[in-house]
Nanobody, 115 residues
């Protein structure tokens, strides 16, 4: 069963910023790569960013240069969202690659970008 809790979403104007947080267990945080995913209404869930235990990152082209994924303290993985656009509106989830393949997800956090 997935052991993540996402938070930090909200309503923001275009051009604004948000910080999403993903709290997980120490074992998962230290052992596995972590990813942030998002799903917009009527669309498939997509991978937004990943970070390995050693801090190597990778981003979807649609968010490159605007989003940043980081490993914080206390087993938290952050996703910094900058220069937000309406197309970024989605429910954002964090997960390990195994959890994603197993279709085992947390509740996510809603991000709405609108004026």
């Amino acid at each position: 069963q997935v052991q993540v809790v996402e938070s930090g979403g909200g309503l923001v104007q275009p051009g604004g910023s948000l910080r999403l947080s993903c709290a997980t267990s120490e074992n998962i945080f230290r052992t596995y790569a972590m990813g942030w995913y998002r799903q917009s209404p009527g669309k498939q869930r997509e991978l937004v960013a990943t970070i390995t235990p050693r801090g190597r990152t990778n981003y979807a082209d649609s968010v490159k240069g605007r989003f940043t994924i980081e490993r914080g303290l206390k087993n938290i993985v952050y996703l910094f969202l900058n220069s937000l656009i309406p197309e970024d509106t989605a429910v954002y989830y964090c997960n390990t690659p195994l959890g994603a393949r197993s279709d085992d997800w947390g509740q996510g956090t809603q991000v709405n970008v609108s004026s």
